[in-house]
């Protein structure tokens, strides 16, 4: 069942009963005029068993300590935003499978070489789908890019993702004047940022569910950052944002600040339609289909992860 994303933007009180989500308003708990009952019948509520990211995105929210507790235990991410609506917070549960320390070992104890062959797959996958988002959204040619893809190296030796990513970006905003993807840049990184930050909560939601240290990448090893693998394993990923990002640069006018409307059209990333093994799928199941399939890899049941396509 595809989980649902649920936003707050607005000051609201969060709380839990009876396994229900309950979302009450401050302006009505407030109000001496208003009703014990009307209170009561006036708060919206929601199953936690439906929920897979909650996004945080005001100062005056109160969650308590008890739905925090039951949103965990049920394999939820929740993340908290700063001043300027950008995700800087994502928390997750300690425990995601019954079977954890044993995935966790074969995690620990995965040999150099399947940790480089792994992220050759990863790469050429990103690769791939770039270029289909490039002809899909573009007139760009993609003959390049096809070749990089088929050309890269265990580990990525070449260093032909940094290469794609040039003429990539180049290419798919190379209308806007002086775009350079950058954190820190100019608009759309606004709407990038957003989008891979859903992205990568989904995807170490998905490898905790699967038993896996979120941690410990195949690649990425920066000792400050707590989700290396996620990092890796939301790479071929990307792409499906980009062209959300894309056909929102084309159908707003302005997109400098991320308003409720965008923001709204960018929390549709988890049910973005995707094919992974053949079969069409939600992105956010499909994440799960490859959270698995890396899981086989560090077990030796299987030599290929499992990553969506166009």
């Known amino acids: 069942m595809l989980k649902r994303t649920l936003y707050f933007g607005n000051p609201a009180y969060l709380s839990l009963s009876n396994r ?12 001496a005029t208003v009703s ?3 209170k009561k019948e006036y708060a919206a509520t929601r199953p936690i068993e439906d929920i897979g990211v909650v996004i ?14 039951a949103l965990l235990d049920s ?10 609506s950008l995700p800087t917070g994502l928390m997750l549960p300690l425990e995601g499978n019954t079977t954890q320390s044993e995935r966790f070992k074969y995690q620990i104890e995965a040999s150099a070489p399947l940790k480089k062959q792994l992220w050759q797959q990863t790469v ?32 990525d030796t070449g260093n032909l993702e940094a290469r794609a990513a040039a003429y990539y970006w180049k290419s798919l905003f190379g209308e806007i004047d002086g775009f350079v993807r950058y954190r820190e840049g100019i608009p759309p990184n606004n709407l990038l940022n957003y989008g891979y930050a859903i ?6 939601r998905a490898l905790v569910a699967s038993g896996l240290l979120p941690t410990f990448g195949i690649h990425h090893r920066n000792r400050y950052n707590a989700y290396c693998l996620a990092d890796d394993i939301m790479e071929p990923y990307r792409p499906f944002v980009d062209k959300l990002v894309h056909s929102i640069t084309r159908r707003y006018s302005d997109f400098s600040e991320l308003n409720k409307q965008l923001k709204a059209e960018l929390l549709e990333i988890p049910s973005l339609d995707v094919n992974i093994n053949g079969k069409r799928s939600p992105l956010m199941t499909a994440v799960s289909t490859t959270t698995a399939s890396l899981y086989r890899c560090y077990s030796g049941e299987s030599r290929l992860i499992a990553y969506p396509e166009f």
Not at 139 to 155: I, L, R
């Open 199 to 204: 992205l990568r909560a989904i995807v170490a």
């Open 124 to 155: 050429k996958r990103k690769i791939t789908n770039q270029a289909a988002v490039l002809a899909q959204c573009t007139d760009c040619e993609t003959g390049c890019m096809k070749a990089w893809a088929a050309d890269v190296k265990s580990g």
């Open 36 to 38: 014990p009952q009307f």
């Open 56 to 69: 945080i995105d005001h100062k005056q929210i109160t969650i308590t300590a008890a739905l925090l507790s």
């Open 75 to 84: 394999n939820c991410a929740i993340i908290t935003c700063n001043e300027q």
């Open 20 to 31: 229900q989500l309950v979302i009450r308003l401050p302006e009505v708990e407030k109000n």
